[in-house]
């Protein structure tokens, strides 16, 4: 378990809920990955990233899918791609990573309580 923080802590972290509109293969990376580019509303706009997740997604089962990332962390350089945000997922029993998202649709650009 991870150190104790306090509750400003969390509230420093913007996690919201986005609308993948665009994936495609990521050839270049050194492992096998995709990257993402994502809705999160008028108030964020479009965002990009990259993920380690084809044990369980192609990026056309990505497209038109809602993603939970935390939107605020600096932009990090990926090989040749900029990454943007950090998609949130858990790992299976495979240690595959399995993306978090919504059990139901919510508006775009929503942040987690």
């Known amino acids: 378990m991870a150190d104790d923080i ?4 969390f509230l420093k972290v913007d996690i919201r809920v986005g609308h993948v509109i665009r ?8 492992k096998p990955a995709i990257k993402m580019w994502i809705d ?7 965002k990009k990233t990259s993920a380690q997740i ?10 038109g899918r809602q993603v ?5 962390f600096p932009a990090r350089q990926i090989g040749r791609f900029m990454s943007e945000v950090l998609v949130l997922g ?4 495979d240690g595959e990573i ?5 059990d139901r649709d919510v508006p775009v650009g929503e942040r987690m309580h």
């Open 6 to 9: 306090t509750f400003d802590d």
């Open 98 to 102: 399995v993306l978090l998202r919504p």
């Open 90 to 93: 858990l790992s299976d029993g």
């Open 54 to 63: 084809t044990a369980h997604y192609t990026p056309d089962s990505l497209t």
């Open 23 to 30: 994936a495609e293969p990521y050839p270049e990376a050194r």
């Open 40 to 46: 999160f509303g008028a108030e964020i706009g479009e």
């Open 68 to 72: 939970v990332a935390v939107v605020n």
